[in-house]
């Protein structure tokens, strides 16, 4: 599992969804969408202490930073790492707040190619990302 700490920043909600951002640092910001508001969980303050957390399978790659697709949270990095299996990669991305790690297919690596020291884009859609408090 990822995870980077950070503070909740902002808090929009509507009806019993909320969209928290969540500042990992002064350059990077990560959105959950949850189903809760301020009124029904407390931990949603905003300036409050929280870890984001998402899975390895999670994480799209992309070779590009400025696509024009719908996945607001991004975050540039490095490859550091490659493990080929025979289906499945783990690609450790160095940033400039820690690791993470992708899973992606083998065959989607391949046709990337994905290799250490180059330069990627990791993506999550924001429903994926889970805030600890």
Known sequence: MNSFSGHIAQIESSGNISIVSVAIDEKLTLKSVIIDTQ?????????????????????IISLEQDLAISLQNRIAGTVSEIEKGALL??????????????????????NLKLTKGLHITAMIKLNEIILAP
């Open 39 to 59: 009124e029904t969980a407390p931990y949603l303050v905003e300036g409050a202490a929280v870890k984001t957390l998402f899975k390895e399978t999670e994480v």
């Open 89 to 110: 990669s783990r690609i450790v991305i160095d940033t400039d707040n820690g690791s993470l790690v992708s899973i992606i297919s083998t065959q989607a690596a391949k």
